[in-house]
């Protein structure tokens, strides 16, 4: 439950998490308008998450260890689903969910250079469509 709980912090403090529009839509849309629309901007949203895991890895976090200091990072995988639901309000008529795994690598060396998973994290994040955007 840790985990999860330092993965939300992160994710509360990320910059990602600003209003991302590289798919806006019309209001009214229909639901294969929203849903091309979702994915689009999904595509988009996981292009940033995996930018921000190269990020990390040129520049692991350092941790002491039980013998010596410990590199580790993370890291989403390539693969993504997307769910679209109509909620019948006009204001916000679609929520979109996008699910992914996020891996945790921990290195044997400071440059990460020599690394393994050590865990996979199942992330879901919900967005609403409003005026046309999709927001976190």
Request: charged share 25%.
């Amino acid at each position: 439950m840790r985990g999860f709980a330092t993965l939300f912090a992160v994710l509360l403090a990320a910059p990602l998490l600003a209003v991302a529009d590289p798919a806006s839509l019309d209001p009214d849309a229909t639901p294969t308008g929203a849903q091309a629309s979702f994915e689009a901007f999904a595509r988009d949203w996981m292009a940033h998450v995996q930018e921000r895991g190269e990020r990390e890895r040129s520049n692991p976090r350092l941790s002491p260890g039980a013998r010596e200091i410990v590199a580790t990072y993370r890291e989403a995988g390539p693969d993504f689903e997307t769910q679209l639901e109509a909620t019948g309000r006009p204001g916000t008529p679609y929520v979109g969910v996008l699910r992914y795994t996020e891996n945790v690598y921990t290195c044997s060396d400071l440059h990460a250079t020599d690394c393994h998973a050590v865990s996979a994290l199942p992330v879901t994040e919900v967005f609403r469509l409003r005026d046309g955007r999709w927001v976190y």
